[in-house]
């Protein structure tokens, strides 16, 4: 069964960092890209980036580059992403999604909240 | 702000037929994909490539492309289809995801 396992839940602190991590399983993990999508509470879908699992190159939105990082180990078939300087609007439910030819996301994550500790 | 525009909402009663549109100026050249999602759960992909669906998707999700709009088509909807849905493509260079800002249907 293909899947990707997210970690749990993150309380955030304004200013600091939070690195979500996002588990294959039941596929060529190298075969693919992951793409990183968030959704503010009662918001839509919002893209933030990819990396492509084989060569590990990413291409981030605009609106994160600077602040988003995306790695992948293919070791341990994981791929992660990082945000830095966290503010409260980043308040949201952040998906992993396999990426597949003509930009199709065909699996996700369960997603992993990112939340205010105020 | 969203390059692709989705009506905020629509209606249907049981069984009849619900279109939810998305226009940009991504179409026709770049390929419209969409996804269902009800509350509290991921995404989940029901129309790729404009009109293909996906092995298990019911048959009464289709997909159509004109010009400079797409449209999920929903026949015969039931009341499990009352959810967020979401169309999706790339911008002109195919370098950016683009999503529209989504419609949530209603089955009455």
């Known amino acids: 069964q293909e899947q990707l396992v997210q970690s749990g839940t993150e309380v955030m602190q304004p200013g600091a960092s939070v690195k979500v991590s996002c588990k294959a399983s039941?596929?060529?993990?190298?075969?693919?890209?992951i793409h990183w999508v968030r959704q503010a509470p009662g918001q839509g879908l919002e893209w933030m980036g990819w990396i492509n699992l084989h060569s590990g190159g990413t291409n981030y939105a605009q609106k994160f580059q600077g602040r988003v990082t995306m790695t992948r180990d293919t070791s341990i078939r994981t791929a992660y992403m990082e945000v830095t300087r966290l503010r409260s609007d980043d308040t949201a439910v952040y998906y992993c999604?396999?990426?597949?030819?003509?930009?199709?996301?065909?699996?996700w994550g369960q997603g992993t909240m990112v939340t205010d500790s105020s | 702000s969203h390059e692709l525009t989705q009506p905020p909402s629509v209606s249907v009663s049981p069984g009849q037929t619900a279109r939810i549109t998305c226009s940009g100026a991504?179409?026709?050249?770049?390929?419209a994909h969409w996804y269902q999602q009800k509350p509290g759960q991921a995404p989940v992909l029901v129309i790729y490539?404009?009109?293909a669906r996906p092995s298990g998707i019911p048959g009464r999700f289709s997909g159509s492309s004109s010009g400079a709009s797409v449209t999920l088509t929903i026949s015969g909807v039931q009341a499990e289809d009352e959810a967020d849905y979401y169309c999706q493509s790339a911008d002109s260079s195919g370098t950016s995801v683009l999503f529209g800002g989504g419609t949530k249907l209603t089955v009455l």
């Open positions: 039941g596929f060529a993990f190298s075969g693919y890209e």
């Open positions: 999604a396999r990426g597949i030819p003509s930009g199709v996301f065909d699996v």
């Open positions: 490539k404009d009109t």
């Open positions: 991504a179409f026709p050249n770049q390929y």
